[in-house]
């Protein structure tokens, strides 16, 4: 009998359609295990993607001498303390240094309501840069016009209803709670940052002679006494400062600024290149996006699995439709390549609606992603990746069909044909 009276992917299409509530469930299970997969990994690489750029645009991060990640931690997210202030002098040294195009200093130890207080410039707004060179932008106000002038990230107004005009008092250290305000000196908010996922979001800026005028009588008391006109006429030019960001003219530059600064004599300091500390960082936490990587692959499997059991389980009712097909001139082959070729529709079915899903859910959701959590998906169409995976788990899906199709091979005739009680 020739291949041609039974056009195999004719007839699996039929048997599929002859078995449409199972293939539904079936191509269901795949369809949902493909769009975890896939929505993981994009997930994934997006979150990597975006904490790589969390900062860009600055070329080294410099302040007292610690481990490149610890720096990274405390200036950039905010996390923990800093082992040592560094002096202005300094600071003013290697801003004076050849190559160097700017600076912004920072200055921490203070919060608000649990948030981290930035004493800083308004360079700060300017030359602050994440995800691939994208600029701070204001959703309402702007920046520092005067002394006691504050500026909250976009999750601080949105979690404490802060609006433009409101005023905000500053807690010496870090508690949500704090049992030492520099009450005498509120600051007055006149700008809202839009939305950046970065550590930004959960920031109060203020700026560095205010950080020194609350700070003139004592760390630890309400603030300075003193009329505000007053304080603006003094010399505010802070003594000491946390950590400083360095931008370059030339970025090849950074390499020998970065040893000059490592090996300053006056005091001790390290200067870091953000990406590669990073880096540093992302292997230490990337155990977590791995796992979770292996168990969107383990739920894929669960979905291949699926089509594996729902022939299985098919095949005693299949029984006398193998016999048929024999009985009509099918060869065995035809048995084996109609069963195969079921699975690999199934699959390719179910993998192609869920990647279908994946990119509708992403589209839809990005924004959020990228406003709350700060991971921006750069690439919204399927690609080369995803055809991939589409093909890989076609092709799965044939390779675990070929066993219970083997099995239809052997016996297809005599089992069908065979009566049983």
Known sequence: MSGARFPILSLALRSILNRAGTALLTILTVAISVTLFLGVEKIRHGARASFENTISGVDLIVGARSSPVNLLLYSV????????????????????????????????????????????????????????????????????????????????????????GQ????????????????????????GVLAPTGTPVDRSVFVTLEAIEAIHLEGSTGRGTALPADQLRAMDLAPEQITAFFVGLDTPVAALRLQRQVNTYPEEPLQAVIPGVALAQLWSVIGAAERTLAAVAAFVVLTGLVSILTAILTSLNERRREMAILRALGARPHHVFILLVAESALLALAGAVIGTGLTYAGLAGFSPLLEARFGILIPQLLPGLYDLAIVGLVTAAAAVLGAGPAWRAYRHSLADGMTIRV
């Open 167 to 190: 005023e905000i008092v500053v807690a010496h250290g870090m508690g949500s709670v704090s049992f030492v305000e520099h009450d005498a000196n509120p600051f007055t908010i006149t």
């Open 77 to 164: 997210f905010h996390i923990g303390d800093a082992t040592n202030n560094i002096t202005w002098e300094s600071y003013q040294a290697v801003a004076g240094a050849p190559n160097v195009a700017w600076t912004v200093p920072v200055s921490l130890g203070d919060s608000h309501r649990g948030y981290r207080v930035v004493g800083t410039t308004p360079g700060y707004f300017e030359h602050y840069e994440y995800g691939s060179g994208r600029s701070l932008t204001f959703a309402e106000g702007a920046s520092f016009a005067d002394l006691f002038d504050a500026v909250v990230g976009a999750e601080v107004a949105r979690e404490l209803g802060y609006e433009t």
